[in-house]
T-cell receptor, first 115, second 113 residues
Framework: EPEVTQTPSHQVTQMGQEVILRCVPI?????FYWYRQILGQKVEFLVS????????KSEIFDDQFSVERPDGSNFTLKIRSTKLEDSAMYFC?????????????FGPGTRLTVL | GESVGLHLPTLSVQEGDNSIINCAYS??????FIWYKQESGKGPQFIID?????DKRQGQRVTVLLNKTVKHLSLQIAATQPGDSAVYFC????????????FGQGTTLQVKP
């Protein structure tokens, strides 16, 4: 069964450093998402991406964040200068259609720890 | 405003009993709802979804009920098994938007043998 994969599973970084989280969505999907989950809290939407551009982003997704689809398979989330409060699980998701009525498939997540 | 919430943070049931997990949503424009299961250290896993033009939808051992009048969503799990132990999230999606899911706080389901 096709699945979303993410690397690395755990990333430890120093405050102020740049990190890139990587995702490989399901191959025939066209819509891509990043969510985050701070420990013990609910999952929060960060950004949606379609046709090589951002469709929607949340207030969390400020100028320090960016997303890219550098090739036909990868989807990346970059945090330019990490802060302590960026520590969280980051989930990538993909779907074959957008809006209502579309199931989003989630990856296993990358745990980001900012020291 | 945009918010989806759950009534109980933890639900403990005996193996074999039925479980009911509740969720309240506040956005009247939402017309698609999903229940996700999240096991420790893993990403959310789709369980079942329902459109706003339906009141009930059944899957294998799971049923989702939607009451639009009071903006309430519930997930019923029949004959709960130890493997059902996880955190359950409801999420809402507004049709025509960009696929943004708004998640609730989550209910931890503990199944006692």
């Amino acid at each position: 069964e096709p699945e979303v994969t993410q690397t690395p599973s755990h990333q430890v970084t120093q405050m102020g450093q740049e990190v890139i989280l990587r995702c490989v969505p399901i191959s025939n999907h066209l819509y891509f998402y990043w969510y985050r989950q701070i420990l013990g809290q609910k999952v929060e939407f960060l950004v949606s991406f379609y046709n090589n551009e951002i469709s929607e982003k949340s207030e969390i997704f400020d100028d320090q964040f960016s997303v890219e689809r550098p090739d036909g398979s990868n989807f990346t989330l970059k945090i330019r200068s990490t802060k302590l409060e960026d520590s969280a699980m980051y989930f990538c998701a993909s779907s074959d259609s957008s809006g209502g009525l579309s199931e989003q498939f989630f990856g296993p997540g990358t745990r980001l720890t900012v020291l | 405003g945009e918010s989806v919430g759950l009534h109980l943070p933890t639900l403990s049931v005996q193996e074999g009993d039925n479980s009911i997990i509740n969720c309240a949503y506040s956005n009247s424009a939402s017309d698609y709802f999903i229940w996700y299961k999240q096991e420790s250290g893993k990403g959310p896993q789709f369980i079942i979804d329902i459109r706003s033009n339906m009141d009930k939808r059944q899957g294998q051992r799971v049923t989702v009920l939607l009451n639009k009048t009071v903006k309430h969503l519930s997930l019923q799990i029949a004959a709960t098994q130890p493997g059902d132990s996880a955190v359950y999230f409801c999420a809402e999606n507004i049709s025509g938007n960009t696929g943004k899911l708004i998640f609730g706080q989550g209910t931890t389901l503990q199944v006692k043998p």
